[in-house]
């Protein structure tokens, strides 16, 4: 039996990761949050990781708040950066595997070619500096971890991009959706199934454990405009006008990367995972909501 602990499991990947939980009859799950795990005290983590033993852990927690990081940044570089520090310290100790999440806010989102994971870090904004920090000081405290960068995540769980756009369209009779920042949409279920495939691919011989930086989304590109035409079409809004905006005609306190398609050759070939197109994912997951 392997057992994997997932920290962050309230949130959009860890709820995803629950729903799977019935697939993998030969897994034993220890779903955490903080009530259970407080992944920010060192002793703390030792002692649960001593206790249980997993062989994986999984961490989605994260401050993900981009805009609020900007005045809490002793919190976003808590859970962000200092967490995953420790828990690096950690499963090195007790000889887990580590795999982390982090983001595509760790660039700075002027290049017009999808990131590879050479490609320099550079990120703008508290979130995407304490993130970056994380991958860091996790790859110092224990170099054979996993980390997945991921970009635009939604689901049904949670407060998203995807939910916020349903509700606005049957609200509003018009909404302003910025056209001039592109990027890919990544179902969290995908990216859920995708690490559990990992997983027992590696469990099963028919792969090795292989460390390092990884990127994940779902394939294809689109705006925030074209995400949200999308989502009104498939789910037969009509009565909202969905207009294409600048992002200068929608200031926000952090400004957003203009371009975050991320390159997912490297996890799709060392691991021989599929990615469906963003699209259909979307369909998948607008059946549920």
Same mark, same amino acid.
Not at 214 to 234: A, M, P, Q, R
């Given at each position: 039996?392997t057992?994997i602990? %997932?920290?962050g499991?309230? $949130?959009q990947?860890?709820?995803?990761l629950?729903?799977? /939980?019935?697939?993998?009859p030969?897994c034993k ?5 903080y009530?259970e795990l407080d992944? +920010? ?5 030792d002692s649960?990781?001593a206790?249980?033993?997993?062989? @994986?852990l999984?961490?989605c927690?994260? *401050?993900?708040?981009v805009? &609020? ?5 002793? &919190?976003?570089y808590l859970?962000?950066?200092?967490a995953p ?11 887990? !595997?580590y795999?982390?999440?982090?983001t ?6 002027t290049?017009?070619?999808? @990131? ?6 550079k990120?703008?904004? %508290?979130y $995407?500096?304490?993130k970056a ?5 996790l790859?110092v405290?224990? !170099? ?9 995540? *939604?689901?049904?769980f949670?407060n998203?991009?995807v ?6 369209g049957n609200?509003?009779?018009e909404? $302003?959706?910025v056209?001039?920042q592109?990027?890919?949409?990544? *179902?969290?279920r995908?990216l859920?199934?995708?690490i559990?495939?990992i =997983?027992?691919k590696?469990? #099963?011989?028919?792969?090795t454990? +292989?460390?390092? =930086? @990884?990127?994940?989304?779902? /394939?294809?590109v689109? #705006?925030?405009y074209?995400?949200?035409k999308t =989502?009104h ?11 294409p905006?600048?992002?200068?005609? @929608?200031?926000?306190p952090?400004?957003r990367?203009?371009y #975050?398609?991320l390159n997912?050759?490297?996890? !799709?070939t060392?691991f021989?995972?599929?990615?469906p ?11 549920l909501?």
């Amino acid at each position: 039996m392997t057992k994997i602990l %997932v920290t962050g499991a309230n $949130g959009q990947l860890g709820n995803e990761l629950r729903t799977l /939980e019935n697939s993998y009859p030969n897994c034993k799950f220890i779903f955490t949050d903080y009530d259970e795990l407080d992944i +920010t005290n060192s002793d703390t983590v030792d002692s649960f990781l001593a206790k249980e033993k997993p062989q @994986y852990l999984i961490n989605c927690a994260a *401050y993900t708040a981009v805009d &609020k990081a900007e005045t809490e940044q002793d &919190k976003a570089y808590l859970l962000n950066a200092e967490a995953p520090r420790i828990l690096a310290i950690a499963t090195k100790k007790t000889d887990c !595997k580590y795999i982390h999440i982090s983001t595509d806010y760790v660039f700075d989102g002027t290049a017009h070619t999808p @990131y590879t994971e050479e490609t320099p870090i550079k990120p703008m904004s %508290v979130y $995407g500096t304490s993130k970056a920090m994380g991958e860091t000081q996790l790859m110092v405290e224990n !170099k054979d971890s996993i980390i997945i960068r991921t970009s635009w995540l *939604y689901s049904s769980f949670g407060n998203n991009f995807v939910k916020s756009m349903i509700k606005f369209g049957n609200e509003r009779p018009e909404l $302003g959706i910025v056209f001039d920042q592109i990027g890919s949409p990544t *179902y969290a279920r995908d990216l859920a199934e995708s690490i559990m495939q990992i =997983i027992s691919k590696i469990e #099963s011989g028919t792969k090795t454990w +292989t460390n390092g =930086i @990884y990127h994940f989304s779902n /394939e294809g590109v689109c #705006s925030w405009y074209d995400f949200t035409k999308t =989502i009104h079409e498939l789910k037969g809004i009509t009565s909202c006008n969905v207009k294409p905006i600048e992002s200068k005609d @929608y200031p926000t306190p952090v400004r957003r990367p203009h371009y #975050s398609v991320l390159n997912k050759k490297k996890i !799709k070939t060392t691991f021989e995972i599929a990615i469906p197109y963003w699209k259909d994912s979307l369909e998948d997951c607008l059946k549920l909501l």
